[in-house]
């Protein structure tokens, strides 16, 4: 005899409560359990090996076709995705509001229906007279996509069931998307999670891609791209600062290729526009060396990216208490960097407003950042500017000390061929294939001597 008890689960972590709650006990998010199914817990007797129906299996080593990969028509969009859209594949774009989402998969569906293929592009959010103007704007109003402006989720699989699946069906948004099988408003996670399960399953049954665009706001708290990263192939992020014109697409999550690739892009007024040569854009005009800048040879995946670090630090008369901002780095890494620098090399910043800016609306991830954010801050508090056209890369350790980072010779390289004439790192950052002038910096005190000039 079966027993059957409700239970409640959080979307975040998966961990169950018994009754429903406001705060997910294990995880601490709000707002993320939901009810579900009711357990079915089954005497020790049941016995699962009997009464199922028998499954195939194929050998791995057998010879099969792969998928032909389709080329979304943007070079930096295909070296995201790892080489192009996989067939049968379910790719999640998600991004703030108002970042490129629909622009760019309305590119992408113009140029894969332009070359020949069967694209189906359904907006929730905007009619079709709207995306009509937005493909004009963008120069593809042409393009033979089979356009609709639909959000029930039964009525977009039940036309599609009718013909022949299409190569590619991109459906914007998912959090638009309902589906009248499960309860609860468009957007809440139930529905999200359903809808979603619905359209990849008929992905996978048809083998036709899709594309879904998830919004997540900065707080993340509309339900959407966090329930369905385990439920995709792919998640990309869309990133970048609205007001800036860099977007940046990077790939969180790829059953098919590598995460560290990125893609640039410019959002013009004629659409969004491929960056191949990436690695100057982050760099400001920099004819005279400013105190509080350092420029940091990144890498997103095999890529160098140079971007210039911004520093300012603003001495309080009064007791208040100093605002710490940080644009394009993590709040938590810039406390630790500065807490490094109080207690290994005496600097105090506790009576100073610090302010961080990572230039062009960059978002940096790199951990071998560390070294040029110190010598930024260094720059800032001493009002001296570093020494000129000189790069700093290296993880800054609890102890004050630099640790090796990798790829060192590929970010010397690339800073040489910029221009950049010094780079200060760690003490095996020395590679014999670039010709910039390499110091090696012996602890973030050895930093603070050489900026201030004692050294
Ligand atoms: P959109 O693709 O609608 O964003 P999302 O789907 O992620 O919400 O893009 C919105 C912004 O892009 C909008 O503020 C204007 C800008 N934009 C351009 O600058 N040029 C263009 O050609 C287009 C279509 C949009
Ligand atoms: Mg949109």
């Not at 694209?119 to 937005?134: C, D, P, T």
């Not at 000390?401 to 790829?407: D, S």
């Not at 950052?429 to 602890?443: P, R």
Request: proline share 5%; aromatic share 6%.
């Amino acid at each position: 005899m079966a027993k059957t008890k409700k239970r409640f689960v959080c979307t975040n972590c998966g961990g169950v409560s018994p009754r429903w709650q406001g705060q997910c006990g294990e995880c601490s998010e709000w707002n993320t359990l939901i009810e579900d199914t009711p357990a079915t817990v089954f005497s020790q007797k049941h016995d699962l090996s009997s009464g199922g129906r028998g499954i195939e299996f194929v050998p791995l080593n057998q010879p099969s076709e792969l998928p032909v990969r389709k080329s979304t028509g943007l070079a930096e969009f295909d070296r995201a995705l790892g080489g192009g859209i996989v067939p049968g594949s379910a790719v999640l774009m998600s991004g703030d509001p108002g970042i490129g989402k629909s622009t760019l998969l309305l590119q992408t569906a113009a140029t894969i229906a332009s070359g020949g293929n069967d694209v189906v592009y359904v907006s929730g959010e905007e009619a079709a007279g709207q995306v009509r103007l937005r493909a004009k704007r963008l120069g593809v109003a042409e393009a033979p996509i089979r356009l609709a402006s639909d959000t029930s989720v039964r009525d977009i699989l039940t036309t599609l069931a009718q013909g022949k699946p299409p190569a590619l069906l991109v459906i914007d948004s998912i959090q638009t998307m309902h589906s009248d099988t499960i309860e609860g408003a468009p957007g809440t996670v139930s529905q999200v999670r359903g809808c979603a399960l619905e359209l990849i399953r008929y992905a996978k049954a048809s083998g036709c891609a899709l594309m879904l665009v998830g919004h997540v706001t900065k707080d993340g708290s509309i339900a959407g791209p966090r329930v369905l990263e385990h439920m995709v192939d792919v998640v990309m992020s869309f990133e970048g600062e609205r007001s800036h014109q860099y977007r940046i697409l990077r790939a969180l999550k790829n059953r098919f290729g590598a995460v560290d690739e990125i893609g640039v892009f410019s959002m013009e007024t004629g659409g969004l526009e491929e960056v191949a040569n990436p690695s100057m854009l982050f760099l400001s005009g920099r004819d005279n060396p400013l105190a509080g800048s350092a420029v940091f040879p990144a890498l997103e995946g095999t890529r160098p990216v140079l971007v210039e670090i911004q520093a300012l630090i603003v001495k309080l008369q009064s007791g208040a208490t100093p605002r710490r901002a940080v644009v394009g780095w993590d709040n938590g890494r810039l406390a630790m960097l500065l807490a490094v620098l109080e207690s290994r090399c005496g600097l105090n910043f506790s009576s100073a407003e610090v302010y961080l800016n990572i230039a062009g609306g960059y978002r940096l991830s790199d951990p071998a950042a560390d070294l040029a954010v110190a010598a930024a801050l260094v720059s800032a508090l001493a009002d001296r500017p570093l020494p000129d056209k000189s790069v700093w890369f290296g993880e800054v350790s609890l102890a004050g000390e630099i640790r090796p980072v990798a790829h060192s010779d590929l970010r010397m390289r690339e800073s040489a061929k910029l221009g950049f004439m010094r780079g200060y790192g760690p003490s095996d950052g020395k590679t014999g294939s670039s010709t910039l002038d390499y110091s090696a910096v012996n602890g973030l005190a050895k930093l603070v001597d050489r900026v201030i000039g004692n050294e």
